[in-house]
């Protein structure tokens, strides 16, 4: 298949300007954490952003529909050849809004990804949690804490050998430090034990990379990390 489609539930149970705001915004986040990647091309043009981003993975390989009458063939045929033969890429759909261009990709024999994502909104903090003394939580920006980020983050999302390298290759990276974001790490015993990121953007942020380590599971800890990165 030439990529994954993931369709993404609609946004009309929100209030109307919070699912705007949502929209852009998702869009902003993933747009924004790559502009300052090396390797990184994107293009905005006709109705259609489309996003190379500094890894092979299909994650960071991005087709957006910018709310506009764009074929699906057409903004296939468009994302074939801006990514390059042999690249796979993903196209974000929006229920209600992107109709064609789904279709499109299901006749292209792409697959579609669970569509169940909560999209939970929240308006402010989370009420902080009691963090046993155990764990620490640390966000200065050094080659420690992006080394350790980078291995929980392929413990925590790599399905195969070839992606766990490929998460540890793109994130071992300081180029994952940025105006609009901040990283936390969660360590047991001085031990690297798990890891969250926030992007943010309009003034949302989408917190990404939440992981626990196998061997420190259903502590806690990645509940103590979302509460910390609000």
Same mark, same amino acid.
């Given at each position: 298949?030439?990529?994954?489609?993931?369709?993404?539930?609609?946004? +009309?149970?929100?209030?109307?300007?919070?699912?705007?705001?949502?929209?852009?915004?998702?869009?902003?986040?993933?747009?924004?954490?790559?502009?300052?990647?090396?390797?990184?091309?994107?293009?905005?043009?006709?109705?259609?952003?489309?996003?190379?981003?500094?890894?092979?993975?299909?994650?960071?390989?991005?087709?957006?529909?910018?709310?506009?009458?764009?074929?699906?063939?057409?903004?296939?045929?468009?994302?074939?050849?801006?990514?390059?033969?042999?690249?796979?890429?993903?196209?974000?759909?929006?229920?209600?809004?992107?109709?064609?261009?789904?279709?499109?990709?299901?006749?292209?024999?792409?697959?579609?990804?669970?569509?169940?994502?909560?999209?939970?909104?929240?308006?402010?903090?989370?009420?902080?949690?009691?963090?046993?003394?155990?764990?620490?939580?640390?966000? +200065?920006?050094?080659? +420690?804490?992006?080394?350790?980020?980078?291995?929980?983050?392929?413990?925590?999302?790599?399905?195969?050998? +070839?992606?766990?390298?490929?998460?540890?290759?793109?994130?071992?990276?300081?180029?994952?430090?940025?105006?609009?974001?901040?990283?936390?790490?969660?360590?047991?015993?001085?031990?690297?034990?798990?890891?969250?990121?926030?992007?943010?953007?309009?003034?949302?942020?989408?917190?990404?990379?939440?992981?626990?380590?196998?061997?420190?599971?259903?502590?806690?800890?990645?509940?103590?990390?979302?509460?910390?990165?609000?």
């Amino acid at each position: 298949a030439d990529g994954v489609l993931a369709l993404l539930p609609t946004l +009309e149970t929100m209030i109307d300007t919070w699912a705007e705001r949502a929209h852009d915004a998702m869009i902003d986040g993933f747009l924004a954490p790559f502009l300052h990647w090396p390797g990184t091309r994107v293009s905005l043009e006709d109705g259609l952003m489309l996003i190379s981003g500094p890894s092979q993975l299909w994650w960071f390989n991005v087709v957006f529909s910018l709310r506009t009458a764009v074929p699906g063939e057409t903004a296939l045929a468009r994302a074939r050849g801006f990514f390059g033969d042999g690249q796979h890429f993903q196209v974000i759909a929006q229920h209600g809004v992107d109709d064609d261009l789904a279709a499109a990709c299901s006749t292209a024999g792409m697959h579609k990804v669970d569509a169940a994502a909560p999209h939970m909104v929240v308006t402010e903090p989370l009420e902080p949690v009691d963090e046993p003394a155990w764990l620490s939580i640390d966000s +200065e920006p050094t080659a +420690e804490l992006v080394r350790d980020f980078a291995r929980i983050s392929a413990e925590g999302f790599a399905t195969n050998a +070839e992606t766990h390298s490929q998460i540890l290759e793109l994130l071992d990276n300081p180029a994952i430090f940025s105006p609009i974001n901040q990283v936390f790490v969660a360590r047991v015993d001085g031990q690297p034990a798990g890891a969250a990121a926030y992007w943010m953007t309009r003034g949302m942020a989408g917190i990404y990379w939440v992981a626990t380590m196998p061997e420190h599971r259903r502590k806690g800890i990645a509940s103590a990390l979302v509460t910390r990165a609000t």
